[in-house]
C-alpha cells in the first residue's frame, strides 16, 4: 500500500510538472505570436542615413538666343514684291539691298507729271511772249496783267516740279528694301509676285549688338550662388545639325524680378501652398559666330562654407512654419531591439529643390533618416523597417 501511495504522488507531480512546462510553453508561444503580430500590424518605413557635407547649389537652364536689337521693316509702299535678295539666315551689311519692288505704277505717275511740267512750261513761254506784245504796245493794263498771269505761272511751275522731285525721291527710296545696319535676317515673309501682308516683309537683326540668354530661377538660388551684375559665367551651344556642340562665355546683363511660383501644397494641406519668388537671369552674349535662335544651356555650381548633414527633401515635413523630420530610434526590449520614430526639429537651415542641410547637433553619425511611411507617425510611434 505505501509503495502504491509513493507511485501515485510520483505520477502526480510528474503530470503536474508536464501541465506547468505546457502552460509555460503556451504562454511564451502567445507572447512571441502577439509580439510578432503586433510588429506586423507597425507602421512600415523607409529609412536612409544621412549624408554629411556642404549642400550643393546648382542651376541649370536653356533657351533660346534672342537678338538685344532687331528690326522689323515692312513693305514701304504696299508695292507688290518683284524680287528677293536674300533668304533667311544670311549675313548682310548696312544698305545692301533686301527686296526690290514692282514700281511701275509710280514710274507711269512720275513720267505723268513731268509732262504735265512740260505744259506748264510752255505755257509759261506763252505768257512772255504776251508781256513782250504788251510792252511794245504800250499798254499798261495789259502789261500788269501779263506780269501777273507770268508770276503765276513761275509758282505753278515750282509746285510742280517739288512735286516731281518728290515722287523721284518716294520712287528711289520705297522700290528697294536696303538693311539699316550689319546683321543677320531672322524672318522673311515676302513672297515674290505679291504685295505685303500685315507682317513686316523681312525682320533683321542687328549681329553687332549681341545676344539675350534669359534664365528664370528661384531667387534663393541665384542668392545663394551669389550671381551679380557683370559677372561671366561659362554657357554651351547645344549641337545642331552638322554643327557640333562649342562652350561659350556670357555675362550677367541685369538680374530682376520675375514674379512667383507655386512650390506645392505643404503636407497635410492645412496652411497656404509654399510659395518661390523667381527672378530673371539676363545673360548677355557675344560672339561673331552666332546667328540668333541657337539653342544655348548654362549650368552654375557652388558647394556652401558651412557644413552638416544633407537631408532628402522628402523627409522634411512642414506644419505651419515649423520643419522637423523623422530618424530612427533603437530600443533594447524584453524580447529583442524595438525600433522607435523619434521627431527632429529643423530649427535653421539652407535647402535646394533636392535637399536641405541642418546643423550638424540635430544628428548623430549612422542615424537612419525615415524617408517614407505607410501612415503617419507621432514622436515615440514603434515602426518597423523595411
Same mark, same amino acid.
Given at each position: 500500500?505505501?509503495?502504491?501511495?509513493?507511485?501515485?504522488?510520483?505520477?502526480?507531480?510528474?503530470?503536474?510538472?508536464?501541465?506547468?512546462?505546457?502552460?509555460?510553453?503556451?504562454?511564451?508561444?502567445?507572447?512571441?505570436?502577439? &509580439?510578432?503580430?503586433?510588429?506586423? =500590424?507597425?507602421?512600415?518605413? &523607409?529609412?536612409?542615413?544621412?549624408?554629411?557635407?556642404?549642400?550643393?547649389?546648382?542651376?541649370?537652364?536653356?533657351?533660346?538666343?534672342?537678338?538685344?536689337?532687331?528690326? %522689323?521693316?515692312? &513693305?514701304?509702299?504696299?508695292?507688290?514684291?518683284?524680287?528677293?535678295?536674300?533668304?533667311?539666315?544670311?549675313?548682310?551689311?548696312?544698305?545692301?539691298?533686301?527686296?526690290? /519692288?514692282?514700281?511701275? +505704277?509710280?514710274?507711269?505717275?512720275?513720267?505723268? %507729271?513731268?509732262?504735265?511740267? =512740260?505744259?506748264?512750261?510752255?505755257?509759261?513761254?506763252?505768257?512772255?511772249?504776251?508781256?513782250?506784245?504788251?510792252?511794245? %504796245?504800250?499798254?499798261?493794263?495789259?502789261?500788269?496783267?501779263?506780269?501777273?498771269?507770268?508770276?503765276?505761272?513761275?509758282?505753278?511751275?515750282?509746285?510742280?516740279?517739288?512735286?516731281?522731285?518728290?515722287?523721284?525721291?518716294?520712287? &528711289?527710296?520705297?522700290?528697294?528694301?536696303?538693311?539699316?545696319?550689319?546683321?543677320?535676317?531672322?524672318?522673311?515673309?515676302?513672297?515674290?509676285?505679291?504685295?505685303?501682308?500685315?507682317?513686316?516683309?523681312?525682320?533683321?537683326?542687328? +549681329?553687332?549688338?549681341? /545676344?539675350?540668354?534669359?534664365?528664370?530661377?528661384?531667387?534663393?538660388?541665384?542668392?545663394?550662388?551669389?550671381?551679380?551684375?557683370?559677372?561671366?559665367? %561659362?554657357?554651351?551651344?547645344?549641337?545642331?545639325?552638322?554643327?557640333?556642340?562649342?562652350?561659350?562665355?556670357?555675362?550677367?546683363?541685369?538680374?530682376?524680378?520675375?514674379?512667383?511660383?507655386?512650390?506645392?501644397?505643404?503636407?497635410?494641406?492645412?496652411?497656404?501652398?509654399?510659395?518661390?519668388?523667381?527672378?530673371?537671369?539676363?545673360?548677355?552674349?557675344?560672339?561673331?559666330?552666332?546667328?540668333?535662335?541657337?539653342?544655348?544651356?548654362?549650368?552654375?555650381?557652388?558647394?556652401?562654407?558651412?557644413?552638416?548633414?544633407?537631408?532628402?527633401?522628402?523627409?522634411?515635413?512642414?506644419?505651419?512654419?515649423?520643419?522637423?523630420?523623422?530618424?530612427?530610434?533603437?530600443?533594447?526590449?524584453?524580447?529583442?531591439?524595438?525600433?522607435?520614430?523619434?521627431?527632429? =526639429?529643423?530649427?535653421?537651415?539652407?535647402? =535646394?529643390?533636392?535637399?536641405?542641410?541642418?546643423?550638424?547637433?540635430?544628428? /548623430?553619425?549612422?542615424?537612419?533618416?525615415?524617408?517614407?511611411?505607410?501612415?503617419?507617425?507621432?514622436?515615440?510611434?514603434?515602426?518597423?523597417?523595411?
Amino acid at each position: 500500500m505505501e509503495l502504491s501511495k509513493e507511485q501515485v504522488d510520483r505520477k502526480r507531480k510528474k503530470w503536474i510538472s508536464t501541465v506547468l512546462l505546457l502552460l509555460i510553453g503556451l504562454l511564451l508561444f502567445f507572447t512571441l505570436f502577439s &509580439n510578432t503580430l503586433q510588429s506586423v =500590424t507597425l507602421p512600415k518605413v &523607409n529609412a536612409e542615413l544621412a549624408a554629411s557635407g556642404g549642400i550643393a547649389y546648382k542651376l541649370e537652364g536653356s533657351g533660346i538666343l534672342q537678338p538685344v536689337n532687331q528690326a %522689323e521693316l515692312p &513693305n514701304p509702299a504696299g508695292w507688290k514684291v518683284r524680287q528677293v535678295l536674300v533668304k533667311e539666315g544670311d549675313v548682310v551689311k548696312k544698305g545692301q539691298n533686301l527686296i526690290l /519692288y514692282d514700281s511701275t +505704277s509710280a514710274e507711269r505717275e512720275l513720267e505723268n %507729271e513731268i509732262a504735265q511740267l =512740260t505744259k506748264l512750261t510752255i505755257a509759261l513761254e506763252d505768257v512772255q511772249d504776251q508781256l513782250k506784245l504788251s510792252i511794245v %504796245e504800250g499798254g499798261e493794263s495789259a502789261t500788269g496783267k501779263a506780269e501777273r498771269e507770268l508770276t503765276t505761272r513761275n509758282i505753278d511751275i515750282s509746285v510742280q516740279q517739288r512735286k516731281i522731285d518728290g515722287l523721284r525721291e518716294q520712287l &528711289n527710296r520705297q522700290r528697294e528694301l536696303a538693311a539699316p545696319f550689319d546683321g543677320i535676317v531672322m524672318d522673311l515673309n515676302a513672297v515674290e509676285g505679291l504685295a505685303s501682308t500685315s507682317q513686316p516683309d523681312i525682320v533683321i537683326s542687328n +549681329s553687332d549688338l549681341g /545676344y539675350w540668354l534669359d534664365i528664370d530661377a528661384d531667387r534663393s538660388l541665384i542668392d545663394s550662388l551669389g550671381l551679380a551684375v557683370k559677372q561671366s559665367v %561659362e554657357l554651351k551651344v547645344l549641337a545642331e545639325g552638322e554643327q557640333p556642340a562649342r562652350p561659350m562665355e556670357g555675362t550677367i546683363h541685369d538680374i530682376t524680378d520675375a514674379g512667383s511660383q507655386i512650390a506645392g501644397l505643404p503636407e497635410g494641406g492645412a496652411a497656404a501652398p509654399a510659395v518661390n519668388l523667381q527672378k530673371k537671369l539676363r545673360i548677355h552674349v557675344d560672339d561673331a559666330t552666332l546667328k540668333g535662335g541657337e539653342q544655348v544651356s548654362v549650368k552654375l555650381e557652388r558647394t556652401s562654407s558651412g557644413k552638416g548633414w544633407l537631408v532628402p527633401n522628402e523627409a522634411i515635413h512642414r506644419v505651419g512654419e515649423k520643419r522637423f523630420l523623422f530618424k530612427v530610434e533603437k530600443q533594447r526590449g524584453a524580447l529583442g531591439n524595438e525600433f522607435v520614430a523619434r521627431k527632429v =526639429t529643423i530649427e535653421a537651415s539652407e535647402s =535646394t529643390d533636392r535637399e536641405t542641410m541642418i546643423p550638424a547637433d540635430r544628428l /548623430y553619425e549612422g542615424d537612419l533618416i525615415i524617408m517614407e511611411s505607410s501612415e503617419p507617425l507621432q514622436d515615440g510611434n514603434r515602426i518597423r523597417l523595411q
